[in-house]
């Protein structure tokens, strides 16, 4: 048998740009007189910006620290042992880059043992070991703290989690076994699945320690001196920590059952790492942390070599690196200052996005419409949910009365847009109206304002031709709900010039959105494809497969919401729209449904009544649809839509719509939520073979988003 450092080294071979972690013992003397301790702190060396993970050196160097405690407690030397990290990080788990690096399955294993065996002894030390959460934590961070006999927490710690699940792993050093027996089943359920699948959910300190997972909570500002006070006083025997009986009869079982109802809403047992996180929770009912252990390990192990985990780590590149640098942007030198911005239309989209601008740049925000009436009612509500903002304590009452001041409306576009820098439109999307709002604003404001457009699906060039400047207009698209959707593609107008697009590109970053470079294409990236998508759905339906059927073919996407559940949330009468631009642009590939249409006609908001609680098909709408008789199965429907699918992505690579496959994921991730286990769309596709079947290659190379050759 290999020895963990063995284990270790091995896989730090294999893994040569690792950020190294170093795990510092010193020695200092506890308060009250209660004994000499040893407090180790994990450091990188970097700031707050570089959280500290663990890679396979890493864990060796917390190894040889755990060595030199533990010889000191078996010798008496020290009457407690702990750990924590440097400033605002404790650790934020195993470091992803080297996992994309294994292709061999025992590679794997090793590194799930070699976190156990290193975790592990510090529950194993001859004194009782203190975890001390004073910053960031989240997997194999949280997981070195379960380890310990007892842990405290920072009032300040941002966030706190087990994002395993998310990414298609488990918690595989301690985390599934360890949390259920600490807090029980069904708060740990909580954590690694729920949480986990909500977005990737962060608790904050407080909500560590009224789970039980931590046994004291302390201010930020001087929390490891109030541990070590707190410790010195538990060693004493003057604080006793108490925790709850666990319950491992029917709750433990039921939580269970709950976790699995959780994975199959998410993803529809579509990807397996929840599953195999509740197996080993089920498992460790009866508190045999060994056999917990070992499988964890296995579970890490047959994931890290699933397709589904690379895509969680593709995707999660795309969001966190490729989203930082956008592809193709301009030099971004060339952007201009951004002083006023002015916003065309008071509706609904366009007052969320002079809420977003005024919360964002800070900088006077101007609204116009056609009366006042409707000016007023945008301004007003820009301002009613800035007091809900207050209400949250998510602004204080100085910030909340400095927003709503920079946010006015104005019935002549002279005076409200004479010296903004940036105006976009949100008004009615078709291009005569379009084309003659910007005709309007062109002749008031300043040479310089940049001119953008909230279109989803209309030719930005159109509109733009005939302005005396259309090097200045830029296609800025936003996602609905516009404060929950990160993507904004923006589009390059065939005259758009950098100046113009390095500007947009400085006031997305301004706003925090995921800026994605888009060609000017009939619909852009995401609705273009969701039409595709969409529409194939509309055929089977119309063809003949029943409603119901043409819905749950694609249920194995693990997508947020059904298609049809989609469509409610977009209205079908945008849905007939951009279906009725697509088949202008492309008829031999685009239809318009004319079921859908008739819903559109009859005014229905969508196919489903809710009334027992759960979507039914409306029976209004069931007396609309003219069907065929061709019915298909499920699979065959799935086959029709992905296929369809592949196909329009490979045209709108091939027509130069965004620079590279990954582009085409982070629009579908973060404009549309498709999950993160597919990693979008691509790595799905190549996968299940579709892309070769389709369009004789697959779309990204060997390696991206799969197990390297």
């Not at 730090?12 to 972690?21: C, G, K, M, Q, Y």
């Not at 109030?226 to 029917?250: F, H, N, Y």
């Not at 209309?458 to 302005?467: N, Q």
Request: aromatic share 6%.
């Amino acid at each position: 048998m290999s020895t963990t450092a063995e284990l270790l080294k091995g896989a730090a071979e294999l893994f040569p740009d690792e950020v190294v972690t170093q795990a510092h013992v010193r020695h200092l003397d506890l308060p009250k007189g209660a004994g000499r301790f040893a407090l180790i702190t994990l450091d990188n060396g970097l700031d707050h910006t570089k959280p500290t993970t663990f890679g396979p050196q890493s864990l060796a160097n917390l190894n040889v620290a755990i060595d030199q405690v533990e010889k000191e407690a078996a010798d008496g030397e020290i009457v407690g042992a702990g750990i924590t990290g440097k400033p605002f990080i404790f650790a934020v788990g195993a470091d992803l880059k080297g996992v994309e690096l294994l292709a061999r399955h025992e590679d794997a294993l090793a590194i799930g043992k070699g976190g156990h065996d290193v975790f592990k002894r510090l529950s194993a030390l001859a004194v009782p070991s203190f975890a001390y959460y004073n910053g960031a934590a989240m997997g194999g961070g949280v997981e070195v703290g379960l380890h310990c006999t007892y842990r405290t927490v920072s009032k300040a710690l941002p966030a706190f989690s087990l994002p395993e699940v998310f990414l298609g792993l488990v918690p595989g050093w301690g985390g599934c076994a360890l949390l259920p027996n600490l807090i029980g089943a069904d708060r740990a359920v909580s954590v690694i699945i729920e949480n986990s699948l909500n977005q990737n959910k962060q608790l904050k300190g407080e909500q560590v320690f009224d789970l039980g997972i931590a046994d004291a909570l302390f201010e930020g500002a001087d929390f490891l001196e109030r541990s070590l006070d707190w410790t010195a006083a538990v060693l004493k025997g003057e604080t006793e920590v108490a925790r709850p009986e666990i319950d491992r009869g029917e709750a433990w079982d039921a939580a269970v059952q709950r976790g699995k109802a959780i994975a199959d809403s998410k993803v529809h047992g579509a990807a397996p790492a929840a599953y195999r996180a509740l197996d080993i929770i089920a498992a460790a009912k009866n508190g045999d942390l060994r056999q917990g252990f070992d499988a964890e390990d296995q579970a890490l192990a047959d994931l890290i070599m699933g397709g589904e985990l690379r895509s969680g780590i593709y995707a999660f590149n795309l969001v966190q690196k490729r989203a930082k640098r956008p592809a193709g942007a301009p030099d971004k030198s060339l952007a201009r200052p951004v002083t006023k911005v002015g916003v065309v239309g008071a509706g609904l989209m366009a007052s969320q996005l002079a809420l977003l601008f005024a919360r964002r740049l800070e900088v006077p925000v101007v609204l116009t419409d056609i009366d006042q009436a409707r000016i007023d009612k945008g301004v007003q509500y820009v301002h009613g949910e800035i007091d809900k903002l207050l209400l949250k304590g998510r602004v204080n009452q100085d910030k909340a009365n400095r927003l709503k001041g920079l946010v006015s409306g104005h019935l002549d576009k002279a005076a409200a847009f004479g010296d903004a820098d940036f105006v976009i439109e949100a008004v009615f999307e078709e291009m005569g109206v379009k084309q003659q709002v910007f005709a309007e604003v062109e002749a008031v404001v300043p040479e310089h304002a940049i001119l953008a457009t909230n279109t989803s699906s209309l030719s930005v060039t159109e509109m733009a031709s005939k302005l005396k400047h259309p090097e200045r207009v830029v296609g800025f698209h936003f996602f609905n709900p516009v404060a929950i959707l990160p993507l904004l593609e923006i589009v390059r107008a065939e005259q758009t010039d950098d100046a113009s697009l390095a500007t947009a590109f400085a006031v997305a970053k301004s706003l925090k959105k995921t800026a994605v470079l888009v060609k000017d294409a009939p619909a852009f990236v995401v609705n273009r494809i969701l039409t595709r998508f969409m529409g194939e759905i509309q055929n089977v339906i119309d063809e003949g497969t029943p409603v119901e059927v043409a819905e749950k073919a694609v249920e194995p996407l693990g997508l947020p919401m059904s298609p049809l559940v989609l469509l409610e949330l977009v209205g079908p009468a945008i849905g007939l729209h951009v279906s009725e631009t697509l088949h202008g642009a492309f008829p031999e590939r685009f239809t318009v449904s004319p079921n859908l249409k008739a819903v559109v006609e009859a005014g229905k908001r969508g196919f489903y009544v809710y009334d027992s609680g759960k979507p039914e098909l409306d029976p209004e709408v069931a007396a609309l649809l003219k069907q065929g008789d061709a019915v298909l199965t499920e699979e065959q429907v799935r086959d029709r839509v992905l296929d369809a699918v592949a196909q329009e992505i490979r045209l709108m690579l091939d027509e130069g719509v965004v620079a590279e496959a990954q582009d085409i994921d982070l629009c579908l991730i973060t404009g549309a939520g498709w999950p993160f286990h597919l990693g979008g769309i691509t790595p799905y596709l190549d996968r299940e073979g579709v892309s070769e079947r389709v369009t004789g290659k697959k779309f990204l190379a060997p390696g991206v988003a799969s197990v390297p050759a």
